[in-house]
DNA sequence: ATAGGGTTAG
C-alpha cells in the first residue's frame, strides 16, 4: 500500500523531473532534450535496473548512463525511481565504480536522489551516519537540496555536532541563504540558540554570500516570539541585536510579528528594550504601523514614562503615523488613571478635530467614552458623567460597561437610589446586565450596610439568570463577617462551592481574615485546607491574620506551626508577624523570648515601628514595671527617633493612673498638647479613672472642658465614670451641660 | 473600558 502523500511525491517527480532538480541544483542542467527522448532514457534505464543488482547489465546500462545526452536530471529522476535509498545507495556505488573518470559530477545528482529517498523513510541514525561517511570519503559535491535535505535529516536525528561540521565543511557556492536557513531554523528547534546565532552572525556579515531573506526573518521572529525555555532562550538584550542585524539586509519583521515582540518585551518590564526596537526599525526604514506603537505605548503607560509616550506621539506624527482610535484610546486611560481627566477630555475634542483641519478624524468609539465616564465617576464628577452619557448617544450605543461604570460610581457616592435607577434604565434601554453589573451594585449595597437587600437582590438575579461569581460571594462573605454573623458568612462560603463557581485567592483570604479576627480558629483552618485544596498557598498578610488568632486562643502550639509552615513555604515574616508575636510574648511576660524576636527581626533588615515599642511598653506595664516602660518611652523620641502616639500615651495614663501616680499621668497629658498629639476618648476615660481615685473634682472639670474642645465623644465608659463620681457630689447639672457639648469648668451652680 | 480582600500595640 502506498500512502497518499507519497503517491502525490511520485507522481509529483513524473511530471516534473527536470525542473524539480534543476530547481535547486547548482550543477548546470541542458533543458534542450525534448520529453519524449528524456522518458525513453529514464524508463530504459529504470527498466534495466528493476532486477536485482548483482545482475545489473553493465553493458547496456553504461551508454545509457554515461552517454553526453544524459543530463543530471535524468539520473536524479532514475535514482528516485529505485524507491529506496538502500537500492539508491547501491545504485551511486556502482555508478561510481563504473564511471569514466571525466564523468565524476555524475555521482551529485545521484546522492542528491539518495538523500531525498532517504529524508521521506523513517530516520535511521545509523544509516544517516553510513550515507553521510560515504559521501564526505568519496567526496561527493552537495547540491544545495541534498545539502538542505542532508541538513534536515542530521536534524530530524539531533545530530548537531556533524550538522556544524557539514555547515562548515561546504562548498561556497552550495552555501546558499536556502541552506543556511535551512540549518538556522534546525539549531533553533534543536535548542542550539548560541550555533544558530552565530550562523546567523555569518549570514548578516557586510560582504555575505548568503544574505538573509524573510524566510530568515520569520525563522528568528518565531524563535523569538516563542515562550522561554527553562533551558536557554534568547535573552531581551539580545533581541535588538538580531532585529538590527537583519534590518542591514532590508529584512524587518512585519507589523504582527515587531508588535508582539514589543509586547513580549513590555510584559517583561523591558520597555527601554521596546522603545530601542521599534526606534531602531523606524530608524533602518522599515514599515511601522500605529498597531505596534500602540503596544510601546501602553507599556509606557504602565510605566508611568510620560515623557517617553509624549515623544513616541511626537516621532509618530515626524514618521506620518497616523493613531488610530486604540492610540487615543491608550493615551485617555493612562489621563484618567493619573487624575487628569480635563486632559484626558481634550484629547477626545484633539481627535475629533476641532477646528476643522488640525483634528485628526477618528472617531471615538464606545471604550473611549466609556474610559471618561469611568474617569469622571472616579473624580467623584458625577454630573458630567451623565452628560457625557447623554452626548455619547449621538455617536454610539452605550453598552454594559458603560452603565457599570456609572453605577459603580454613583455606589461609591453613596447614592444607591440613582445606582439603582440607572440599573433600571439600562433595562429598559435593552442594555443586558452582566455579572459585574450585579457584583457592583451587590458590593455597593453591602458597604451601605444593606446586606439584607444585597442578599435579596442576589436571589432575584440568580432567578433571571445571572449567576454569581467569586467576586459575589467576596462582598456578601466580607459583609457578613464585618457584622460578625460568621454563621452566614460560613454558609455563603458552602454555597459558593455547591454553586460550582471556583473561588480564588481573595474570597479564601477575606474568610480567613473574618473568621480569625472572630476567633473562629476551627472555622478558619477548615477554610486553610480547602484553600490549600483547591491549589492556592498562603501569603504573608494571611499567615498573620492566622497567627494573630492564635495567639488571642492563646495556642502557642498552633503559631509555631504556623511559623515553621512559614519557613518551609519561604514565606518572611514581616513586621506585622514580629509584632504580633512580640505583643503575644510581651502579654505573657515572656520577655527573653519577645527581646530575642526583637533582635531577630533587626537582622532580618526590619525597623521596629510606633507599634512594636507600643507592644513593648504594654508588657512591660502589664507585668507591674512601669518605669521600664517609661525608660522606653523617653528612648522613642530621644534615640531610636519613633516618636510616641496617642495608644502609647494611653497605655502609660492608664497605668501610671493604676499605680495612682496621677501626677505623672497628668504630666504626659500636658506632654501631649505640648507636641500636639491629639487625646482621644481612651485618653480621657483613662485620666478621668486616675483622677477619680484622688477625688480631684476641679481637674475633672477641666479635663471635660478640654474634652469638648477636642471634640472627643465621650462613650459609655467616660458616662459610666462621670455619672458615678458627679452625681455622688451633686454635680449633674454640669454633666449635663457637658453632654450637650459645654464648657462647665467657669459656670457656677445656680 | 467596568466589580471583590486582609494583618500588629491601648
Given at each position: 500500500?502506498?500512502?497518499?502523500p507519497?503517491?502525490?511525491q511520485?507522481l509529483r517527480?513524473?511530471?516534473?523531473p ?12 541542458d ?12 524508463t530504459?534505464v529504470?527498466q534495466l535496473l528493476?532486477?536485482p ?9 553504461r ?11 535524468h539520473?536524479l529522476t ?8 538502500s537500492?539508491?545507495l547501491?545504485f ?6 563504473n564511471?569514466?573518470s571525466?564523468?565524476s559530477?555524475?555521482?551529485?545528482p545521484?546522492f542528491h ?7 521521506e ?9 553510513e550515507?553521510y561517511e ?5 567526496g561527493?559535491?552537495?547540491?544545495s537540496?541534498?545539502?538542505?535535505l542532508?541538513i534536515?535529516?542530521l ?7 556533524e550538522?556544524?561540521?557539514l555547515f562548515n565543511?561546504?562548498d561556497?557556492s552550495v ?6 536557513n535551512t540549518?538556522?531554523?534546525?539549531l533553533f528547534r ?10 546567523l552572525?555569518?549570514?548578516?556579515k557586510?560582504?555575505t554570500m548568503?544574505p538573509p531573506?524573510n524566510v530568515?526573518?520569520?525563522i528568528v521572529?518565531g524563535?523569538l516570539?516563542?515562550r522561554d525555555?527553562p533551558v536557554?532562550s534568547i535573552?531581551e538584550?539580545?533581541?535588538g541585536h ?7 539586509h532590508?529584512v524587518f519583521p512585519?507589523t504582527?510579528?515587531l508588535?508582539?515582540l514589543i509586547?513580549?518585551?513590555c510584559r517583561?518590564q523591558?520597555t527601554k528594550?521596546?522603545?530601542?526596537l521599534?526606534h531602531?526599525?523606524?530608524q533602518s526604514?522599515?514599515?511601522v504601523?500605529a498597531?505596534s ?5 501602553t507599556g509606557?503607560?504602565?510605566?508611568r514614562?510620560?515623557k ?5 506621539l ?6 506620518e ?16 488613571k493619573?487624575r487628569?481627566?480635563d ?5 477626545l475634542e ?7 483641519s488640525s483634528?485628526m478624524?477618528v472617531?471615538p468609539?464606545?471604550v473611549i467614552?466609556?474610559?471618561?465616564i469611568?474617569g ?12 457625557l ?5 449621538n455617536e ?11 453605577i ?10 440613582k ?7 439600562m ?8 455579572v459585574?453589573t ?26 433571571k439568570?445571572i449567576?454569581g461569581n ?9 459583609a457578613?463577617?464585618?457584622v460578625n454573623?460568621i454563621d ?7 454555597l459558593?462551592?455547591s454553586?460550582?463557581?471556583?473561588p480564588d ?6 474568610l480567613?481574615?473574618g473568621?480569625?479576627?472572630?476567633g ?7 477554610v ?6 483547591s ?7 494571611c499567615?498573620n491574620v492566622l ?8 495556642k502557642?502550639?498552633?503559631?509555631y ?7 518551609e513555604?519561604g514565606?518572611?515574616?514581616?513586621i506585622?508577624?514580629?509584632?504580633t508575636?512580640i505583643?503575644?510574648l ?10 530575642e524576636?526583637?533582635r ?11 507599634i512594636?515599642?507600643g507592644a ?10 512601669v518605669?521600664?516602660a517609661?525608660?522606653i ?7 531610636l527617633k519613633?516618636?510616641?502616639?496617642t495608644?502609647i500615651y494611653?497605655i ?14 497628668l504630666s504626659?497629658m ?10 482621644n ?12 481615685d484622688k ?8 479635663l471635660?472642658?478640654?474634652m469638648?474642645?477636642d471634640?472627643?465623644k ?6 459610666d ?13 454640669k ?5 450637650q ?9 445656680e
Open positions: 500500500m502506498v500512502s497518499a507519497r503517491q502525490l511520485l517527480r513524473h511530471l516534473l527536470c525542473c524539480h532538480y534543476c530547481h535547486f541544483s547548482t550543477v548546470p542542467c533543458l534542450s532534450p525534448s520529453q519524449t527522448d528524456d522518458k525513453s532514457l529514464v530504459q529504470v528493476q532486477v543488482e548483482n545482475e545489473w547489465n553493465t553493458d547496456q546500462l551508454p545509457l548512463l554515461f552517454s553526453a545526452t544524459t543530463m543530471p536530471c539520473l532514475i535514482t528516485l525511481h529505485l524507491g529506496s535509498s537500492k539508491a547501491n551511486l556505488e556502482y555508478v561510481r565504480a564511471a569514466p571525466e564523468q559530477h555524475c555521482l551529485s545521484i536522489g539518495v538523500i531525498e529517498l532517504f529524508s523513510e523513517t530516520i535511521s541514525e545509523y544509516k544517516l551516519l550515507i560515504r559521501v564526505k570519503q568519496w561527493i559535491p552537495l547540491t537540496r541534498s545539502a538542505t542532508l534536515q535529516c536534524g530530524a536525528a539531533k545530530m548537531v555536532g550538522l556544524l561540521l565543511n561546504l561556497p552555501k546558499s541563504t536556502r541552506v543556511v540549518l538556522i531554523s534546525t534543536l535548542g542550539h540558540i548560541d550555533s544558530a546565532v552565530q550562523v552572525d555569518e549570514m548578516c557586510p560582504n548568503f531573506n530568515t526573518g520569520d521572529l524563535e516570539l516563542k525555555s536557554r535573552a538584550k539580545e533581541i538580531l532585529v538590527r542585524k537583519l534590518s542591514r532590508g512585519d504582527i510579528n508588535t508582539n509586547n513580549k518585551l517583561k523591558k528594550l521596546a522603545w530601542d521599534l531602531d526599525v523606524m526604514g522599515g514599515a504601523e498597531t506603537c500602540n503596544a510601546l505605548l509606557l503607560g504602565k510605566d514614562d510620560v517617553r509616550m509624549n515623544d513616541l511626537a516621532k509618530m506624527k515626524e514618521m503615523i497616523k493613531p488610530n482610535v486604540i492610540t487615543f484610546g491608550i493615551l485617555i486611560n493612562h489621563l484618567c493619573s487628569r481627566i486632559d484626558a477630555l481634550k484629547v484633539e481627535m475629533r478635530g476641532k477646528g476643522g483634528g478624524n472617531e468609539d464606545v467614552f466609556n474610559t471618561l469611568d469622571l465617576c472616579k473624580v467623584w464628577r458625577h454630573d458630567e458623567s451623565l452628560s452619557l447623554e452626548q455619547m448617544k454610539c450605543r452605550p453598552n454594559t460597561v458603560t452603565y457599570n461604570c456609572l459603580d460610581g454613583f455606589c461609591k457616592a453613596s447614592n444607591l437610589d445606582a439603582h435607577e440607572l440599573f433600571d434604565q433595562n429598559k434601554e435593552g442594555v443586558i446586565p452582566n459585574v450585579l457584583n457592583t451594585l451587590i458590593n455597593g449595597m453591602c458597604k451601605h450596610g444593606r446586606i439584607g437587600s444585597a442578599v435579596e437582590f442576589f436571589n432575584e438575579m440568580q432567578r439568570g449567576k467569586s467576586v459575589t460571594y467576596t462582598s456578601l462573605i466580607s457578613f463577617c464585618n454573623n452566614k458568612a460560613m454558609q455563603y462560603f458552602d459558593m462551592l454553586s460550582g463557581c471556583s485567592v481573595i474570597v479564601f483570604y477575606s480567613i481574615s473568621l480569625s479576627l472572630a473562629r480558629m476551627d472555622d478558619a483552618s477548615f486553610v485546607s480547602k484553600l490549600k485544596e491549589g492556592f498557598g498562603l501569603d504573608v498578610c499567615y497567627i494573630s488568632g492564635f495567639c488571642k486562643k492563646k502557642l502550639e498552633r503559631v506551626e504556623m511559623l515553621q509552615e512559614m519557613e513555604a514565606v518572611k515574616p514581616d506585622f508577624t514580629y509584632n508575636l505583643s503575644f510581651g502579654k505573657n511576660g515572656d520577655f527573653k523570648t519577645a527581646c524576636m526583637l531577630k527581626m533587626r537582622k532580618e533588615g526590619l525597623v521596629p515601628t510606633v512594636t515599642y513593648v511598653i504594654h508588657a512591660y506595664c502589664l507585668h507591674g514595671n518605669d521600664e517609661m525608660k518611652f523617653r528612648e522613642m523620641s530621644s534615640t519613633v516618636p510616641p502616639n495608644v494611653n502609660l495614663i492608664d497605668s501610671l493612673c493604676k499605680i495612682k501616680d496621677v501626677e505623672c499621668a504626659l500636658d506632654d501631649m498638647k505640648v507636641k500636639g498629639i491629639k487625646p476618648t481612651a485618653t480621657y476615660n483613662a485620666i478621668l479613672k486616675g483622677i477619680q477625688k480631684m473634682l476641679y481637674k475633672a472639670f477641666e471635660m472642658d478640654r469638648v474642645e471634640a472627643c465621650p462613650d459609655y465608659v467616660t458616662v465614670i462621670l455619672t458615678e463620681w458627679l452625681s455622688a457630689v451633686g454635680e449633674m447639672k454633666l449635663e451641660k457637658f453632654f457639648g459645654y464648657t462647665v469648668s467657669s459656670c457656677t451652680e
